[in-house]
């Protein structure tokens, strides 16, 4: 089966990774990038299991390991403050999913540098899509976070709403610079495709849990894992309804929009939802072997509201959550025993 050559963007990311994974299970040759320090090296790189990133070697066999890796998959340098890095990757391809995004929690860059670089990134991501002479569509991961923080009292949030900047500064969170820059970065390349005639689908999930290929802990399940760990380092702002999806969910639903001939426009991915109240009986029922900390149900979202996301758009393009929230906990607590993190 082939499919043709699709690129993914920010290949050793947490989503990135397990979808290079699901694309080469579909037939698909995939080209994807990592992230070097050396900005003149823009070529294709691959060396066995090993890429040079910043003049040393890095370990990539999860990703070159991977079931047809050997044979249908390119690894190549780029990096978000030189878009025109990604230029290669995209030669020939029928498809690119955009996965690369800066994730700053510990706010070592102000939250204006992050988004110049985001959106910078990827029109210029999309530039070389629209030129070429063989992308039919991208995908650009997006978040719900895009529609999350309007500030109104709407219940159930669909792709029409959208986050209001002022609203998610007056929250003063640590995960303002990222809430802010996937907004603005959705709505800058929305508005390019439009203008250009380019078909580009974006994808919004929520707080993505479950199994993972990487060697590093993802900081969405480290988080999503905080309240049976009691990682204090990296806590858990909880809305007082909190929406989840499952990893492998994420990554079907976007080969699904990419194939699906009607798809439009942008796409929330929730797969299960719970309340705040709820939260902590779910984990001690279905977890009783772990002391759940109490104190990870404190750490409010300040002003947070009572709202829902709803998946109906995607549900009714014909596509199948697979996975609850059970499924997300229990594969990820298997994934993180197996890595010896819990």
Not at 174 to 183: F, N
Request: charged content about 25%; some cysteine.
């Amino acid at each position: 089966m082939d499919n043709g050559v699709v690129c993914v963007t920010g290949g050793t990311g947490f989503v990135a990774s397990w979808l290079i994974m699901r694309l080469l299970r579909h037939g698909y040759a995939v080209n994807t990038t990592v992230r070097t320090d050396h900005t003149s090296m823009f070529h294709e790189a691959h060396l066995g299991n090993y890429c040079l990133l910043g003049g040393q070697k890095k370990d990539v066999s999860y990703l070159t390991n991977l079931p047809g890796a050997p044979e249908r998959l390119r690894i190549f340098y780029a990096d978000l403050d030189n878009p025109e890095s990604f230029n290669d990757s995209i030669q020939g391809c029928v498809g690119v999913f955009h996965v690369a995004h800066t994730i700053d929690f510990e706010v070592k860059e102000d939250v204006e540098t992050i988004t110049d670089r985001s959106i910078n990134a990827t029109i210029s991501i999309l530039q070389a899509c629209a030129v070429s002479k063989t992308v039919k569509r991208v995908v650009y991961t997006s978040s719900a976070a895009t529609v999350m923080f309007s500030g109104k009292d709407l219940g159930v949030l669909d792709e029409t709403s959208w986050t209001d900047v002022d609203v998610v500064r007056s929250l003063r969170t640590v995960r303002e610079s990222y809430y802010i820059s996937k907004t603005l970065t959705e709505r800058a390349a929305l508005e390019f495709a439009e203008t250009h005639g380019l078909d580009l689908i974006t994808l919004l999930p929520p707080f993505i849990h479950g199994p993972f290929i990487t060697p590093h802990f993802p900081g969405s399940v480290r988080t999503s894992m905080s309240m049976i760990i009691a990682d204090d380092e990296n806590p858990f702002e909880f809305s007082s309804n909190t929406s989840f999806v499952h990893m492998d969910d994420v990554a079907t639903a976007h080969i699904f929009l990419f194939e699906y001939p009607n798809a439009r426009g942008r796409y929330i991915c929730s797969g299960a939802d719970i309340t705040l109240e709820d939260f902590p009986k779910f984990l001690r029922e279905r977890y009783p072997e772990y002391k759940i900390s109490l104190t990870r149900f404190q750490k409010k979202l300040k002003d947070s509201k009572t709202v829902r996301l709803s998946s109906k758009k995607l549900l009714e393009t014909g596509f199948k959550f697979r996975y609850g929230l059970e499924h997300m906990y229990d594969d990820a607590i298997k994934c993180c025993k197996q890595k010896g993190l819990l």
